[in-house]
């Protein structure tokens, strides 16, 4: 028996690491790399809902951007300007004139 400081005689223990701990630590281990594939999958679902999330918001604005384009090119007085800036079609019974530039080709300005 050993006698501490204090007087008081306690026996100092020292740890044993038993079969029992033993199956416990390799149970508990065990565990720990089932869990990892699990969890593993989550973050990966998770970012993958992540960016399936910013590309449903593009694709709504591209196609927001389309309807405009589409109600536009219903429209009689936007085809008009077209066809005529563009094309440079006339109405029957006008003249139509085109100012050739000194040099170079001529650019029509946002066909």
């Keep these: 028996m050993s006698v501490s400081a204090g ?7 020292a740890i044993r690491f038993t079969p029992r701990a033993g199956v416990l630590a390799l149970v508990l281990i065990a565990l720990l790399f089932y869990l990892v594939v ?3 999958t989550y973050l990966a679902q998770r970012d993958r ?3 399936l999330r910013r590309q449903s918001h593009v ?3 591209q196609n927001e951007q389309l309807q405009r384009q589409i ?3 219903q429209d009689p007085a936007y085809l008009e300007r077209i066809a005529r800036e563009c094309l440079g079609m006339v109405k ?7 100012i ?4 170079g080709p001529s650019q029509l300005a946002g066909c």
């Design 71 to 73: 109600r536009q090119l």
């Design 92 to 98: 029957p019974g006008e003249i139509g004139f085109i």
């Design 59 to 61: 694709l709504l604005q």
């Design 100 to 103: 050739a530039p000194r040099t």
């Design 49 to 51: 809902l992540t960016q």
């Design 7 to 13: 007087g008081h005689g306690r026996r100092t223990r």
């Design 38 to 40: 699990p969890l593993r």
